[in-house]
């Protein structure tokens, strides 16, 4: 009874408002046979740092007040990962008085034995935060090194050789046998956990490196040192969830896994590369995404501009810009809000991203011959209201959809040019006649990504004035402009998360006489900016002005030398 008052009041002395539901909180841990200490943690009711030091002070354990940085080689040998990480006990030092290990939970006695029996040296107990210890035993150890210790040690042999009739896909199943399964599935719950969108696992001459790609950006994945022993095991396992052909490692495959995270699908999209040094295999993770015009971050003039366009009955409204730009994300956000039952919606994809409920998605498949033309070739033929083509990559999708357009469908679709007017110059250069694409192209819109700072640990900005004069930023808001540093929370990097920027080019009665008569783009240019057009580096100032961005990332993304790949 006395542990749990002094724990009570000690959450009190750390911000706990709900003394009550604290102390039931730690009566029902203690009859359970729980950790107390992780039962005040996961309420959540207290400020960590604070509870776990008046723990420490209690208890007369010297609180670890300098920064940790993984684990030294050596101590992680004598400290084994399985240890480790079921304890949460984490290696710190070792010298003539004994080795330092940092701990949170002090009244863990299993913790304590595990490590008594295992070490054969004095053990001087620290204390320190869990948020610290968690992250550093991830760094020291990597993810999933318990498994992978495990797996080395033989324990579940049986279990490699890999079964695909016993497949669950459902990655909160707690396994507690060690297996490649398990392994294979900690790596996917810790990019779903860290909001990545892919994970590359890629072979190297004597490494397997795993990748994540957060906000845009890849992250090297801490891994278990020799995890290259695993790689055929892991890349198998993967290919398997995939349904692909395990035994064939010569050519690219592509396949889909369907997951299950806490109740919740994740579709994951599959994609093997035979390179040099072995096979390779990328995924992404497709989450089942809500398309809603507050996540695309439009002001107020842009989304009315944007809600005229989707009002209207018929016309082909285009979306500019590189691979990655989030055009898809854009095109799924209009056919969301376009998506009730008086309308038939149709689409033609390569691949279908994302599985819209009440629309008709077509995957191309060029082996059988459904292509992008063919495909919305039948589709105009099944009385659809909208239609969306992934991409005019050539004049005969172009036409068809020009026909559509001018047959009462509206069109959506892709094209791969820098800004909004380039898709002008773009379809000409297909071939498509000048009239027909001044009247049926309703708008251009060219869109671009930037990197959205860090709330916590943003700061002033110190740029030159001459510099933010040089690439046209409007100096009286100066004062406004903020830039990265970087904390815990978002990695370091000073980022957290993206946000779209937008130059929205509306085809007004001038742009279509200029660009039938042929106008140049400077001029045509000109005269969309005229009639309203905002030029993407300049509604990129406005994030900026916003806080939202920094100054470098509008220029790295409206740069004009943008490496686009013409095909
Ligand atoms: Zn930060």
Redesign the pocket.
């Known amino acids: 009874m006395e542990l749990i008052g002094t724990l009570t009041e000690l959450a009190k002395a750390s911000g706990c408002a709900d003394l009550a539901g604290c102390r039931s909180i730690v009566q029902a841990a203690a009859e359970e046979q729980r950790s107390l200490i992780y039962s005040v943690l996961d309420s959540k009711l207290v400020d960590e740092t604070v509870f776990l030091k008046g723990v420490s002070r209690w208890l007369e354990i010297p609180w670890w007040s300098e920064p940790i940085i993984g684990v030294p080689g050596p101590l992680r040998e004598k400290v084994p990962a399985k240890t480790a990480l079921r304890y949460h006990v984490l290696p710190l030092q070792e010298d003539e008085d004994g080795i330092s290990i940092a701990f949170y939970d002090p009244f863990d006695l299993l913790a304590r034995q595990a490590l008594a029996s295992s070490l054969h040296q004095r053990i001087i107990y620290v204390m320190s935060t869990r948020t610290q210890i968690v992250k550093a035993l991830r760094q020291g150890y990597g993810v999933g090194a318990e498994t992978f210790e495990a797996i080395l040690e033989g324990r579940s042999e049986e279990e490699l050789g890999l079964d695909a009739e016993q497949e669950t896909n459902v990655l909160d199943l707690d396994d507690s046998e060690a297996s490649v399964v398990k392994f294979v599935n900690q790596i996917l719950r810790e990019a779903l956990e860290q909001r990545a969108t892919d994970i590359h696992i890629e072979p190297l001459q004597d490494d397997l490196q795993i990748r994540y790609r957060i906000d845009g950006v890849l992250h090297d994945v801490p891994v278990p040192p020799n995890i290259k022993v695993l790689q055929a095991s892991v890349i198998s396992r993967l290919k398997i969830m995939a349904q692909l052909d395990i035994a064939e490692r010569r050519l690219p495959q592509d396949g889909r896994i369907n997951l299950e995270l806490d109740g919740q699908a994740i579709d994951v999209r599959v994609a093997t590369i035979p390179s040099v040094t072995g096979e390779s295999i990328s995924l992404r993770l497709l989450g089942q995404e809500k398309f809603t015009f507050d996540r695309l971050g439009l002001d107020k003039q842009l989304q009315l501009r944007i809600r005229q366009l989707l009002a209207l009955p018929n016309g082909i409204v285009l979306v500019t810009g590189p691979t990655g730009c989030g055009k898809s994300t854009t095109l799924y956000t209009f056919l969301s809000s376009l998506n009730t039952k008086e309308r038939r919606i149709v689409t033609v994809e390569d691949p279908v991203e994302y599985k819209l409920s009440g629309v008709i998605q077509i995957a191309v498949k060029p082996e059988i011959n459904l292509t992008f033309a063919t495909g919305l070739r039948s589709i105009l033929r099944g009385d659809p209201n909208v239609i969306m083509v992934g991409e005019m990559r050539d004049r005969e999708t172009a036409e068809i959809a020009i026909r559509g357009a001018l047959t009462g469908h509206l069109v959506f679709s892709t094209l791969h040019t820098n800004d909004a007017i380039g898709g002008i110059t773009r379809l000409v250069d297909m071939g498509i006649e000048r009239f027909l694409v001044a009247n049926s192209v309703r708008a251009f819109i060219a869109q671009r990504l930037v990197r959205v700072l ?1 709330p ?2 943003k700061r002033p900005a110190q740029h030159l004035k001459d510099y933010l004069k040089e690439i046209g930023f409007p100096l009286e808001h100066a004062s406004n402009v903020m830039a990265a ?3 815990d ?2 990695r370091h990097t ?1 980022f ?1 998360g993206r946000a779209a920027i937008f130059e929205i080019c509306l085809v007004t009665p001038r742009l279509q006489d200029m660009v039938t008569q042929g106008s140049q783009e400077a001029v045509l240019h000109a005269t969309a900016i005229d009639d309203g057009m905002i030029p993407l580096r300049h509604h990129g100032w406005s994030k900026v002005i916003a806080g939202i961005t920094t100054v470098e990332e509008v220029v790295r993304v409206t740069a004009a030398d943008l490496e686009m790949v013409d095909e």
């Open positions: 860090c916590r640990c540093a970087g904390c929370q978002c000073g957290e």
